[in-house]
């Protein structure tokens, strides 16, 4: 076989309490996709933090074209040709598309002036090549997440680089873009570019791997080419165990109309969304990036105004003018954009659970701290939460225990409605069965749940009905019988 | 469908908002007191207002950054009284001399804010509070508490900013060219963009290679320049130099960039919007006393203006959607 392009020689890497990295070793090859498999927590993002020169690490060796290389800065990572798209979205809401693109390398005119031109030019080209349909020249806080997302490619792109590196690049996107990346990702390939790619999808995994490397709480585990292992020997050595991949959906009766909703609509965002949600029913709602489904319940929640249509919650009209009115109605909201809607990033993980229901844990207005962690602590263990103690900050937790914390803390509010936005982006394959278990629990108990999702999967085990959106309207509705993925597919590509 | 109303928009470009206002102010004005909106009155407010305007656009790159100069008066101060004490030294030395002396004394001050912003670590507001005092108190000491007055200035020292030249004084034309090089710097250079990042979201600018306190310090930098830069200008205009010169203008130095929709927050703001919001006040601080306001009232409109201002920001940047429809309309 020919030489790795990048070798990591025992890098290690601590933070207090935790050790992120305990001497692991990775090669990566021109022409190759590795994947880097491990459960949340497992170090993956720190590694890549660690190649970017973000993170220094605390021993071991880089070595790029077998010469050790130092990285302080993410500009060495620049100019050593890696580039990286990162797991939290590290971007710039207030410059434009365009300036987000060059944001580290821009084209000089004569005059030594920064070219927007051929800038705006290349934007364009660039965004052509990623077949996304944005404008360059907007900010780039009226893109959605997966729209910012994949304006982050086009950022990665824009530099020629040798190593590309991709931390969960499709947990925001839908089938349509998850296929527009997996032509990307080829092409590069092709071009020779070595390619690192985490992911907690096992299908993409194999459709477009090479190789496979594990860890394992920051260990190491092992190595190979990715057309010698099925996908029981990798997850078996990411948790050491074996563990229940799949939550078979519970029957659960379903009971009278919570909510119905009637000719729901925004001046620009939506238009005319019916639907009744049934007590014991998760209610999916599918759809292509963009397809306006995050802004429906928005609306729902208090967050968007509408211009007309009706809504009743439990047989009283409901007209949220704040997600407080929502929330004192029993409806919730976990949104998609967690690290910006979800959580307060600088406090702990159990005052981040705690927060919307700080009044009924309070005695005569002061928090009753140790029933505060034994809700927190339930939680936790429930979603499988994986921290070194409840008191650490958020902004401190692997991406996917971040997106779990969010979730503990609606589900801990116990509403009658609550909807999820993108429930398991981002969490590993045994948390994402438990966080099913957990709503499967949740329903059986009389809950009502509107499950917005991209995972084709995922909606079809776990909604009882399915709602497909496209452009801002309901495009088809299916029932648990009669679904399936070509035809939720279709319904939501407008075709 | 279009859900920008006019007044969105207008809300959302600011810079055109504050130029309609200030135009409807200007008719208004010269509805009662015609002879304000002759050209010779107006180069006479615009050159009163000249140091603000660059001094707001300086400022605006500081509070960029998510910093603050506080320090900007007591430069002007400081500046002012080391140049003149040098013209009364050496009273040969040309106006340009003495006037590249002015900003590399500014570079200094604003350089030591930056260091220990960027190095040492304290936050701007800590450091230029600091400073604001301690660049004061140093007028003291090297003028030991007198005046230079305008008999001991030389003929050359007083005539740069008064020289006019296509009707408009040296020091508005000087006013104008800082304010269109600072706005090629912010738009078309790399440090000018950086300046927006580092503002716009310190951590992402760290993943891009940006190094957040270096460009805090080059602001730093660029703000002590111009205040330098304006202590010559200042002293020379108003042709004395003591202790108290330009006190509690830094307040006026904000508040335009505040008027002018400046993000207290950082990452957000133009030029354009920090030199109409100085513009603006200083149409107001002479607009007033022409249709017989008492100055108090000026204070008072000033003030109820900043409020206005933070309001319209705030709301702005609530403003903003996607637009699905449209787009799946056309
Ligand atoms: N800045 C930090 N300070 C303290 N601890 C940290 C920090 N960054 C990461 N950690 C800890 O290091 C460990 C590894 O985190 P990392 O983000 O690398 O996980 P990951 O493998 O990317 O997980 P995920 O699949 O959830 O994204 C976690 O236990 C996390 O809490
Ligand atoms: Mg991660």
Known sequence: ?495 | MKNTSLLGKMISHREWLLGAIIVLMLMGVGYIAPFFVTPGNLAEAFDDTSILIMLACAQMLVILTRCIDLSVASNIALTGMCVALFNVAYPDTPALVTLILSIGIGIVLGAFNGILVWLVGIPSIVVTLGTMSVYRGFVFLISGGEWVNAHEMTPQFLALPRATFLDLTVLSWIAIAVTLALFVFTRFTKTGLSIFAVGGNPKAAVYSGINVGKYQFITFCISGAVAGMCGYLWVSRYAVAYVEVAVAFELQVVAACVIGGISIAGGIGTIWGAALGAIFLGLIKNALPVIGISPFWQLAISGLVIVLAVIINSRSEKCGGRRILREAHQ
């Not at chain 1, 084209?107 to 030594?112: D, E, L």
């Open chain 1, 1 to 495: 076989m020919n030489r790795p392009v990048l070798e990591l020689r025992n890098i290690s890497k601590t933070f207090p309490g935790v050790k992120a990295l305990d001497s692991v070793e990775l090669q990566l090859y021109p022409g190759q996709v590795t994947a880097l498999i491990g459960e949340n927590g497992a170090g993956k993002s720190t590694l890549v933090k660690v190649l970017t020169g973000i993170y220094a690490p605390d021993g071991g060796e880089i070595l790029i074209d077998d010469a050790p290389v130092t990285m302080q800065a993410a500009t060495d990572a620049k100019r050593h040709g890696i580039s990286a798209i990162h797991q939290e979205a590290v971007m710039f809401d207030e410059l434009t598309v365009t300036e987000n693109i060059f944001i580290n390398n821009q084209n000089r005119n004569i005059f030594g002036l920064l070219d927007w031109k051929l800038m705006r030019k290349r934007a364009k080209t660039l965004l052509e090549y990623l077949d996304v349909n944005v404008d360059p020249n907007i900010p780039l806080r009226e893109l959605s997440v997966a729209h910012k997302h994949l304006v982050s490619f086009a950022a990665a792109l824009s530099v020629s680089s040798s190593i590309v590196i991709m931390d969960e690049p499709t947990a925001s996107l839908s089938h349509h873009e998850i296929q527009e990346l997996y032509r990307l990702v080829r092409r590069l390939r092709d071009e020779g570019k070595a390619i690192l790619f985490i992911s907690h999808k096992f299908d993409e995994i194999f459709e477009i791997c090479d190789r496979y490397t594990v860890f394992r709480d920051g260990q190491f585990v092992g190595s190979g080419g990715i057309a010698d292992v099925t996908q029981d020997d990798l997850v078996a050595m990411m948790v050491g165990r074996t563990v229940s991949q799949i939550y078979p959906k519970e029957q659960t009766t379903i009971g009278d109309t919570v909510m119905s909703v009637k000719g729901l609509s925004h001046p620009s965002e939506f238009a005319d969304i019916d639907f009744d949600l049934r007590k014991g029913e998760i209610l999916g709602f599918y759809g292509l990036v963009g397809a306006g489904r995050s802004e429906v319940m928005q609306a729902l929640f208090g967050l968007t105004p509408t211009s007309s249509g009706s809504m009743e919650l439990n047989g009283k009209p409901f007209k949220p003018r704040t997600p407080g009115d929502a929330v004192d109605q029993g409806l919730v909201y976990v949104p998609e954009d967690r690290q910006h809607q979800g959580a307060i990033l600088t406090l702990p993980i159990f005052q981040n659970i705690t927060l919307p229901q700080l009044g009924g844990l309070s005695r005569s207005g002061f928090i009753d701290m140790a029933r505060e962690y034994d809700v927190a602590r339930e939680y936790a263990t429930r979603l499988q939460l994986k921290a070194s103690s409840l008191s650490e900050n958020v902004e401190n937790l692997s991406g996917g225990n971040q997106q779990k914390v969010v979730i503990g803390k609606w589900l801990a509010t116990n509403p009658n409605v609550i909807i999820v936005d993108e429930p398991t982006k981002g969490i590993d394959i045994g948390s994402k069965a438990a966080v099913h278990k957990f709503m499967g629990e949740l329903v059986a108990q009389g809950l009502s749940v509107i499950m917005v999702s991209s995972e084709l999967p995922e909606v079809m085990g776990m909604a009882d009905r399915v709602i497909v959106m496209h452009e801002g309207r309901i495009a088809a509705r299916f029932e648990r019988d009669d679904m399936t993925a070509e035809a939720i597919v279709t319904a939501a590509t407008g075709a």
